[in-house]
C-alpha cells in the first residue's frame, strides 16, 4: 500500500521512510503541505498521509482541512505527526480531521499499529465501496454505479469531442425459462449471460445491471458502426451459447434482442435522452422478431 508522507524535517523525514520501507510501504515523499497536496491530486495517489503539523508553505493541519473538503471517490486516512502535545493541540487536530495523532518523538512500533490500523479502514471502505456498487448475483456494476461511472464519460466525451456508445440488452422471453425450470436456473442464465456481455465488450466498456433481465453496456470512444458490431458480437455469442442445467442432461439456450445508441456531441445529449433511444431501440428489436440489433434513429 502506497502511504505519502510530508515532512520538513530532514532527520525526522528519513526515520519514517526507513521504518516504513522495512514494514513493506511504498512511500512517497515530500517536505511540505503544498508538496504533498501536489502528489494527491494525481491518479493513483496514496490513501494513507504521515504528516508533520509544522511545515513551510503549507502545514500538516491546512494539508488535511483541504483533503478534507476535497471530492474524492476514496477516503484518505490521516495521521498528523508533531511535538505540539498538549491537549488543546491534540483536539486541533482532530477538529481539522485528522483520524490519528502521533506525538514526537514517536515510538516505532506505535507507529507500526497506527498505521495498520489505517491500512484495517482503508481497505473496510474499499470493500463497502465495491460492495454498494456491485449487483451481487452477476458483479458487474448495479444501476446507481453504472450511471454514476456513465455520466463521468457522457462529461468526458463532450470535453474531448469523442464519441461514446451505448448498448442496451435484454433477454428474450426470460419469463419463460424462470417458469419452466425455476428461479435458480433463472440466475445461472443471468450470470451466463453477462459473462456473454463482458466476454464481447472492449477493454474499457463497462457492464452494468439495469433491470431484472436488462443490461447496459457503456462504450467510451465507440461510434456507432462500432458499437453495432460491438452489440452483434454479444447476440451472436448469446445466440450461439448452451447452458447446461445442474445435475442433468437438459440445457437452455436464449437469445436477447439488442437497443443500440450513440451520443449526440452537438445536440448536448443528455443520460436520459441516451437511454431513452437506446430503450426504443431495443423495443424495436422485440417488435422486429428478438434475437437482433436495433441503431436508434439519426434523426
Ligand atoms: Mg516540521
Redesign the pocket.
Known sequence: MKVLIA???LV?RRLLETFLRKWGYDIVITSNGREAWEVLQEPEAPNLVIS?????DM??LELCRRIREMERAEYIYFIIL??KGKKEDVITGLEAGADDYLIKPFNQDELKYRVKIGERIIELERRILRLASTDSLTEVLNRRAFMERMEQEINRSFRENSPLSLILADIDHFKSVNDRHGHQVGDLVLQRFVSKLTESSRPYDFVGRYGGEEFVICLPGATGTESRTVAERMRKSVEEMKIMLPESSQSVRITASFGVVTLRLELEDSMDSLIGRADDAMYMAKREGRNRVCAAGEE
Do not use: L, V
Open positions: 515532512e520538513d524535517n525526522s508533520d503539523w509544522m511545515m513551510p502545514d500538516g508533531t511535538s
